[in-house]
């Protein structure tokens, strides 16, 4: 098993290719890797959408857990409040309560989001500054003004739009 | 734990509720805003078209349009 990642790593430093795999492979199990979860039995979860997991929180009890569980078996009404809450965080990891609580995570989204806001608008300016060309005339104060007169002079939408607003008689926009 | 119970909660009829409370709203929401629309913008604007057009005279607007120099086929008067 040993000789398997010792061959491999020999064959990887010899092309000259070191990742990560290969460390790993090198040193070995030196005992601070971490444990895989069995994935092919059930396991515990806290789900807000499923509420009762396959299997409990606690798996391995002591010997005074054994002892409530077997008091469980009698009536419950025997059982005192902290027996009851007890036998509760056997069975269960968080409350819904827990599970569901808010956390402050939309300050960091919020404040994210601004931030590129704030990003965006400098580089918006600097590419105003150094980038696009000079608006075209046909934006001048002076085009326009020309512009409305002739739309005017055209009666554009005399009913109830544009020409509509303007007063012919006295030459003025209709208060 | 205490021993008082609960109210029982309502366990049936509650499709048929909730379709009674939102077929009302349905009917109040879209007959509403379609008498809105009709007395909002559609009698004003059928008023506006009918007082424009009692009072206008084509001729007149045309002379004006013509003394302004926005036509190619015909010049103004004095030119």
Known sequence: MLSLPALRVGTLARRGV???????????????????EDM?????????SSPLPDVPYHKELGAEQKALKEKEKGSWKQLSNEEKVALYRLKFNQTFAEMNRPSSE???????????????????????VYVLPPKPHTLTDEWKAQQVKRMLDMRTNPIQGFSAKWDYDKSEWKK | MSSTLLPKPQMRGLLGKRLRVHIVGALIASLGSAILYKYGVAEPRKRAYADFYKNSDAMKDFEAMREAGVFESVQPKNS
Do not use: C, E, N
Not at chain 1, 24 to 36: C, D, E, I, K, N
Not at chain 1, 40 to 48: A, F, M, T, W
């Open chain 1, 18 to 36: 070191l990742g990560a795999a290969s460390i790993r492979a090198a040193h070995g199990h030196s005992g601070h890797v971490a444990t895989q």
């Open chain 1, 106 to 128: 939309w300050k960091t989204v919020l404040g994210g989001i601004f931030v590129f806001f704030g990003f965006t608008g400098l580089y918006v300016w600097w590419q105003r």
């Open chain 1, 40 to 48: 092919s039995v059930p396991q515990y979860y806290d789900k807000r």
